[in-house]
């Protein structure tokens, strides 16, 4: 089970961090992706760890922007996201597979478990 939260209104430029709290499996042990739908699009990749590969993986559209890295301890994923932009505003979600090849990670079929979501809004 896959819990996201840490949503909200923030305005162009501020900063929001969410949470994805994982519970009945080990968040270092699969591979763990941040995916975003906006109004009237189709779900995109944000970002991801691949569980055999410690190295983050992002969109071209949020690199250098967000930042995702997990809590072993607290079993929680995390993507830290500065320099919001409008474009930005999307309902975010947290997604897993226990066996994702490295090259599919970015797509959202291939995961099976998910979130409830959570809403961030970036206002100009």
């Known amino acids: 089970q896959l819990q996201a939260s840490g949503g909200g209104l923030v305005q162009a430029g501020g900063s929001l961090r969410l949470s994805c709290l994982a519970s009945g499996f080990t968040v270092s042990r699969q591979t763990i992706g941040w995916f975003r739908q906006a109004p009237g699009k189709e779900r995109e990749f944000v970002a991801a760890?691949?569980?055999?590969?410690?190295?983050?993986h992002y969109a071209d559209s949020v690199k250098g922007r967000f930042t995702i890295s997990r809590d072993n301890a607290k079993n929680t994923v995390y993507l830290l996201m500065n320099d919001l932009r409008p474009e930005d505003t999307a309902v975010y979600y947290c997604?897993?597979?226990?066996?994702?090849?490295?090259?599919?990670?970015?797509?959202?079929?291939?995961?099976?478990?998910w979130g409830q979501g959570t809403l961030v809004t970036v206002s100009s």
């Open positions: 997604a897993t597979h226990p066996s994702i090849i490295l090259s599919s990670i970015r797509v959202s079929r291939y995961y099976d478990y």
């Open positions: 760890f691949h569980r055999n590969n410690n190295a983050p």
